[in-house]
């Protein structure tokens, strides 16, 4: 950090102390961080130690709580406790690199038409509505289905397909910023485009990212269940999607099969956009009154 | 801007982004690891030279790429999508027995949830910190994080299982006597499920908008202005404050329409709706990629018709965008 900074005075506390210490006294929030920090820790405990949930292991479609098992199990007889511990690791792991794929093509790409303007933003923004005409989950599909399903593909059709609001966000966020003093002043003193770009700018245009930012996570979480139940996942990994898919043919005899892989899943997402709201609130106290 | 030219240049503008969708579309299928030929027909077994050779002769696979490109292009702008091997049908005619439900499906879902979730919002923004408030706020917490299969599934096992108030699945009963009338019922019936399942994913972000583009709308000095006239409350809410309201709205509507296609995707296969989305899954298990890269084609299509009739919508609700003559 430079000389200015750490020269400030100590009593004003930094914005993200103070957002942090909004979040914390949010209870909505602090209940979605248990909720996923409580599945991140189950997922990953049942991708340690959670065993095979291919494997047949009693009668098929054993209503939950009997014979020992806690969830029931499926239409071949493999056990869902099982299956809901393994199945997270891949959604939880898609979601994560899907967001991760499409914040880095949004922000760059945003970053880049609202700082530069001009033909640059022109033309960025043409491609990004072209991206926003095409139907997300079937150009994923798509894609998925030509360059053959593997976590790496389907995180990468994700991604491809989620950006667009994002660098629209980042876009409108780097043309207000980049009117304010503070850039001039970075200019001034002689700090080259890049550095003004990535240094000055987009630090300041964090919070509104972050939020949405933890928003594409859930909805990315969303797109891998929903490939999954259509089929197109992974066909060597169990998934919570997939666990669904398999067993909506059966939904009339037993509904235990696939009632409790979508809780898993709009636990997870809930507990996401509950953080995402909280977040929300912390960087922009204002809105609350709202 | 004079409207005709401004729907000139919309459609222009529609034509060019079609224009990049098709060769977007002849790119991912040179793409594909294979040979053309063979990723076009299928990946279904049994096909035959005599296959492959007839498609590299229609595709013209011999000729260098940009020929290729060009006689794909020509193709596609003559309403020819290819054919479909697993099918033995035109894709064009396929897509064309299918399109209706999923344009009755993904309207009727957009028209629920716009209206309920206008009058929820509306409701919420009279009382900010009442309970339709921190229901609409609940609301959409869940719309946003339930899974739009997962909720169709539930629907069909609570209200067509365990209470048998709605068909399982279809679009038509199997057998029904009786007119046209009963017909129509009958599709009506069958589309209560689909039609709430996709809408409440939406319903909630249309409440929560609506909810706050109300409060700004009632917090106007016109609103005070009339309510200081001594026009009656309901009036200076729907008629004043409802109309300036309702325009962020329609742009998210229009923006969601690509969405809404996808989320029809999903629930179609759920309900085994005959429409395209149904379509798309059988033809993705099958490998039957001319017809996949129909259905983009034509969904990509639908989404940019909804935007140019969102776009007139909204010049037709804002007089201010007519007279200024800007473009959003």
Redesign the interface.
């Known amino acids: 950090m430079s000389e200015l900074s750490r020269s400030a005075p100590e009593r004003a506390a930094s914005p993200a102390a103070e957002a942090w210490r909004m979040f914390r006294r949010n209870r909505p929030a602090m209940l979605g961080t248990a909720i996923f920090l409580s599945m991140l820790g189950v997922v990953i405990y049942g991708s340690l130690f959670g065993g095979d949930p291919f494997e047949i292991v009693w009668a098929p479609q054993t209503p939950p709580g009997e014979d020992g098992f806690v969830f029931g199990t499926d239409y071949l007889g493999r056990s869902l406790a099982t299956g809901l511990l393994v199945g997270g690791a891949p959604t939880m792991a898609v979601g994560a690199a899907a967001a991760v794929l499409s914040i880095f093509i949004g922000v760059t790409i945003g970053a880049l038409a609202g700082y530069y303007g001009g033909w640059v933003d022109n033309l960025l923004m043409r491609i990004t509505?072209?991206f926003?005409?095409?139907?997300?989950?079937?150009?994923a599909?798509?894609?998925v289905?030509?360059?053959?399903p593997s976590l790496v593909t389907i995180s990468t059709a994700i991604g491809v397909v989620m950006w667009p609001q994002t660098a629209r966000l980042t876009r409108a966020e780097f043309l207000k910023i980049r009117e304010l003093e503070y850039v001039t002043a970075a200019r001034a003193i002689g700090a080259g485009n890049g550095r003004i770009m990535w240094r000055v700018i987009l630090p300041n245009a964090l919070p509104p990212l972050i939020v949405s930012a933890t928003?594409t996570v859930?909805v990315a979480i969303?797109f891998e269940?929903?490939l999954s139940?259509?089929?197109?996942g992974d066909p060597n990994t169990m998934s919570w999607?997939m666990m669904?898919g398999a067993n909506?043919e059966y939904?009339?005899d037993a509904?235990w099969p696939?009632?409790f892989p979508?809780l898993a899943?709009?636990l997870t997402?809930?507990s996401?956009?509950?953080i995402g709201?909280g977040l929300n609130d912390a960087f922009n106290p204002k809105l609350r009154e709202? | 801007m004079d409207t005709v030219v401004y729907v000139a240049r919309r459609l222009f503008y529609g034509l060019m982004l079609m224009f990049f969708v098709v060769v977007l579309n002849f790119v991912l299928i040179r793409l594909a690891p294979g040979d053309p030929a063979e990723v076009i027909a299928g990946e279904m077994g049994g096909t035959t030279q005599e296959i492959l050779a007839d498609i590299r002769a229609t595709y013209g696979l011999d000729k260098p790429v940009a020929t290729q490109l060009a006689i794909y292009l020509g193709q596609v702008a003559h309403g020819d999508l290819g054919k479909s091997f697993f099918f033995d049908q035109p894709v064009a005619r396929l897509i064309g027995t299918r399109i209706g439900a999923t344009i009755l499906l993904v309207l009727t879902a957009q028209f629920l949830s716009i209206l309920i979730g206008v009058v929820m919002g509306v409701f919420a923004a009279r009382k900010p910190n009442g309970v339709v408030s921190a229901l609409v706020a609940v609301f959409s917490t869940l719309g946003y994080a339930l899974p739009v299969f997962w909720t169709g599934i539930m629907l069909i096992i609570v209200f067509a299982s365990w209470l048998p108030i709605f068909p399982v699945e279809g679009m038509r009963s199997a057998r029904l006597e009786g007119g046209g009338f009963v017909h129509v019922l009958d599709v009506l019936h069958h589309l209560v499920l689909p039609a709430v399942t996709l809408a409440i994913i939406f319903l909630a972000q249309y409440a929560r908008l609506a909810r706050t583009s109300m409060i700004e709308v009632l917090g106007a000095d016109y609103i005070r202005t009339a309510r200081a006239k001594g026009v009656p409350e309901r009036r200076v809410v729907f008629h004043h404050a409802l109309r300036n309201a309702v325009l962020p709205i329609l742009t998210v509507a229009g923006l969601q329409f690509g969405n809404l296609i996808s989320g029809a995707l999903l629930v179609e296969t759920v309900f085994n709706w005959p429409g395209m989305g149904t379509l798309a899954f059988d033809s993705i298990l099958r490998r039957d990629y001319p017809t996949v890269m129909g259905i983009l084609i034509i969904g990509a299509a639908m989404v940019v018709v909804a935007n140019i009739l969102t776009d007139l919508g909204y010049r037709l609700a804002d007089p201010r965008i007519r007279t200024e003559g800007g473009r959003r």
């Open positions: 509505e072209f926003q005409v095409l139907p997300a989950l079937l150009f599909m798509v894609l289905t030509l360059f053959s928003l859930g969303l269940a929903g139940f259509l089929g197109l999607g669904i909506r939904i009339l509904w696939v009632t979508g899943i709009f997402v809930f996401v956009s509950l709201d709202r």
